[in-house]
């Protein structure tokens, strides 16, 4: 059974859905990634944000970010593909049909090496590319799309198809998708900032609307039931014992799996090949009270 993470953004108290959820920022052209996490930090007041995937000054669109203690399910995210849409100028004309033709090899796996600006070091990587679609011509200016693998650089991209075509570069960015987070349910920075001056008011419905619940992970990995009577346990890093789970589970070894109680996470753990230990943890969400 899946929690009910509609039912959990709207009755859980809101200062633990701020140590706990995920805001989807819809970045606008300008500021940097880290300076987005900056204004949610101070506005919200909170120790520590973390976003999902950089992206570059210039480049727009879905900028997850966590809060608090939701920083820490960050890694099961951001390896998940993206999306984008962006303009590609050609420095030579070419027709619609001829430029699909070009892009063709660009499909499956491709070699990259990393821009000399990124904040990775420059060594050739494999990604792959999933679509890459040409959807509108204007002159030389072209719409495309392209789903990705986490970690592919468009702008090498488009510079690459241009040594093909007799150069071409990326005018404008802009993702539409990053894992489960999507550009129709982003929220704008001005968005943000006016559901917190309502906050400030008294009135918390804006800010719990934007608010997405870190139980969210149960939709990308796998997630198991547990017997209530075994949550303390748990809690003080026990082994999470084959016993604890409420229905019939065949765990694949080094498989990553949510843990819940009904609609209360309990933390992510990875399964081992045991007799009686089903998994290990790798992240188990202490109650707050038991923090203070």
């Known amino acids: 059974m899946k929690p009910d993470t509609k039912k959990i953004q709207e009755t859980k108290p809101i200062k633990e859905l701020l140590e706990f959820s995920i805001i989807n920022i819809d970045k606008p052209s300008g500021p940097t990634s880290f300076g987005v996490d900056t204004i949610i930090k101070k506005e919200l007041n909170l120790n520590k944000t973390s976003h999902f995937g950089t992206l570059d000054p210039m480049v727009t669109g879905v900028l997850p970010i966590a809060l608090s203690r ?8 951001i390896g998940k593909n993206k999306t984008y849409v962006g303009i590609m100028r050609t420095h030579k004309e070419i027709s619609l049909e001829e430029l699909n033709k070009q892009i063709k090899p660009f499909l499956g796996k491709i070699t990259q ?12 990587r494999e990604r792959t590319i999933h679509t890459f679609k040409i959807l509108e011509k204007n002159n030389k200016d072209f719409l495309f799309e392209t789903e990705v693998q986490a970690g592919t650089y468009i702008r090498k991209l488009i510079h690459d198809v241009g040594e093909k075509i007799g150069g071409a570069h990326m005018l404008e960015l802009r993702r539409t998708q990053a894992s489960i987070f999507k550009e129709n349910n982003s929220v704008k920075i001005t968005e943000f900032l006016e559901a917190i001056e309502q906050y400030k008011k008294g009135n918390e419905t804006p800010l719990r609307e934007i608010l997405i619940p870190g139980e969210i992970i149960s ?8 017997k ?22 065949k765990p694949k070894k080094d498989e990553l799996i949510t843990i819940f109680q009904e609609d209360k996470f309990i933390g992510v753990y990875k399964t081992i090949a045991h007799e009686t230990v089903l998994a290990k943890s790798e992240f188990v969400l202490q109650p707050i009270k038991q923090q203070q």
């Open 113 to 124: 090496l990393p821009p000399v600006k990124s904040r990775v070091k420059r060594q050739e």
């Open 70 to 77: 939701a920083c820490k399910l960050m890694n099961y995210f």
């Open 219 to 226: 939709t990308i990995l796998p997630t198991l039931q547990v």
């Open 228 to 249: 209530p009577g075994c949550i303390k346990n748990l809690y003080q890093g026990k082994p999470f014992f084959k016993k604890y789970i409420t229905s019939d589970y």
